[in-house]
């Protein structure tokens, strides 16, 4: 059922060799037991303020949609290479009118000096206001889904830990971005725009399933990044800079950064390695790097680099001909599975003739099984990475029946790592009843669901 069909080549030596070399990115149950392990203990550590990989953050978020959120809200999305500001109605937590405008974030904005970005950002809400004719004596309450780490100390204060995916502003580190953006706002006069919650997409995901299905408790982003956030009993958390809200609390886990103090290097292979080397962020994010969109065609490319580099695959293609470093998206590896799962070559072939190589001159049938089985073995890896951080979150919670709301670009788009995950997540947690439920848009539905749900809470503690 979660196999990877074995590789078979025309060459029995070379397909030793291959395989010898591949080896390292099967993970093996003792592996798998030592990361489950390597998680629990992680995540106790980080819950109870010691030294951890993951942040397990406290959002101050208390919790989830009850169906009497009401009202007009705005919210922000800034996490990919898109910004987006949305105008959203919602009567009894239904959202009866959504209004979405994209703005592209260009390469100098993203890795520039942070204050251009944050201004940037303004304008576009200025903007925004304008083509939507917004009301300036109002006051509009707004969600910030600001897709980072972040050190939050309220439900509407939060600094950046440290950039990932493809952003790099080094002045924004460590400053709170609510009151940067709040003030690049007042430059654009918009003082009628009150910014009620900072949160992360996978918060997003979270509420915005919540709202579909009650039973939701679990939120994952597999997409450029990926990370989960998951309802914790607010008594286990240790970290409270200001008030708590209720009983639960929602936790951003951050698990990108799972493993970059080293506990993870016992499944590190050459090719992680060399794909961190690359990365913008070097030494960081090392789960990200295992199963993010940002980096699976990479790890996919370096990996067939070094069986070019061994004369075992593509022997007949030049050095020059190769792709180069970050040039194969893993938009490839999801389309390669495809065909895999559907038994045909069409997505590869116009892959390969995209690269400028035609059948038969430049590759043959062998280059084509070792494609498909570099694609099959690392999607597998990430499948099971993903499968077992989720069933440890499951483990821990008091429910027996737990949906998981999921979303991101690598989740949706690769045929067969969704369903690899919910089996190994069902094996791996047997004692729950587990769902995985694709929640769309979270980061933008589910920060006015939050900025809504903060609104409600102080009202309700101005009442006290
Ligand atoms: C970020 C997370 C985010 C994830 C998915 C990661 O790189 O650190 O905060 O939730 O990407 O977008």
Redesign the pocket.
């Known amino acids: 059922m979660f196999k990877v069909v074995d590789l078979v080549l025309s060459n029995e030596a070379n397909c030793k060799r291959v395989c010898e070399l591949l080896d390292q990115l099967i993970l093996t149950d003792k592996k798998i037991d030592k990361i489950r392990n390597v998680f629990i203990n992680e995540m106790q550590l980080a819950l109870n303020e010691q030294p951890s990989s993951l942040q397990m953050e406290n959002t101050y978020i208390p919790e989830l949609p009850d169906g009497k959120e009401q009202g007009v809200f705005l919210a922000l999305d800034l996490?990919?290479t898109n910004f987006r500001v949305i105008l959203m109605v919602l009567q009894e937590g239904q959202i009866v009118k959504e209004t979405v405008q994209h703005y592209h974030i260009s390469d100098e904005l993203r890795i520039g000096c942070g204050e251009a970005l944050f201004d940037y950002l303004a304008k576009c809400v200025d903007d925004f206001s304008k083509q939507n004719e917004l009301c300036d004596n109002r006051t509009y309450p707004m969600g910030f889904t600001f897709?980072?780490?972040?050190r939050q100390h309220s439900l509407d204060s939060g600094s950046l830990v440290?950039w990932?995916?493809s952003f790099n502003c080094p002045s924004v580190v460590g400053m709170d971005v609510v009151e940067k953006l709040q003030k690049s706002l007042l430059k654009y006069n918009r003082k009628n725009i009150e910014i009620l919650a900072i949160l992360?997409?996978?918060t997003g995901t979270l509420v915005q399933g919540a709202r579909i299905d009650a039973n939701t408790r679990i939120g994952i982003?597999?997409?450029?990044?990926?990370?989960a956030?998951y309802m914790e009993l607010a008594k286990n958390v240790k970290h409270w800079e200001t008030r708590c809200h209720g009983d639960h609390v929602i936790i951003?886990v951050?698990w990108?950064?799972f493993g970059d103090n080293g506990v993870l290097d016992f499944i590190k292979t050459k090719y992680d390695r060399t794909v961190d080397e690359g990365s913008l962020l070097k030494n960081s994010?090392t789960f990200?790097k295992y199963i993010?969109g940002k980096y699976l065609g990479e790890l996919c490319r370096v990996i067939l680099e070094e069986l070019h580099l061994q004369k075992l695959f593509f022997p007949k293609v030049a050095q020059e001909k190769f792709p180069k470093p970050w040039t194969f998206g893993s938009d490839n590896v999801s389309k390669i599975e495809h065909d895999t799962l559907n038994s045909r070559n069409d997505n590869l072939l116009r892959i390969l003739s995209n690269l400028g190589l035609e059948f038969e001159k430049d590759y043959n049938d062998d280059d084509i099984h070792i494609l498909r089985y570099v694609c099959g073995l690392i999607s597998k890896r990430a499948a099971q990475l993903l499968a077992i951080n989720t069933s440890v979150i499951l483990n821990r919670m008091e429910e027996q029946e737990i949906t998981v709301a999921i979303d991101?670009s690598v989740y949706k788009h690769h045929p067969r790592l969704r369903h690899w995950i919910s089996e190994y997540t069902q094996l791996m947690s047997p004692s729950k009843k587990s769902k995985f439920m694709l929640a769309e848009d979270g980061?933008g539905k589910g920060a006015a669901l939050v900025a809504a749900i903060a609104k409600k809470i102080l009202d309700r503690e101005k009442l006290k």
Not at 147 to 150: E, H, R, V
């Open positions: 996490g990919g897709s980072f780490p972040m440290t990932t995916k992360n997409d996978t982003v597999l997409g450029t990044g990926s990370n956030c951003d951050e990108g950064a994010f990200e993010g991101g980061s």
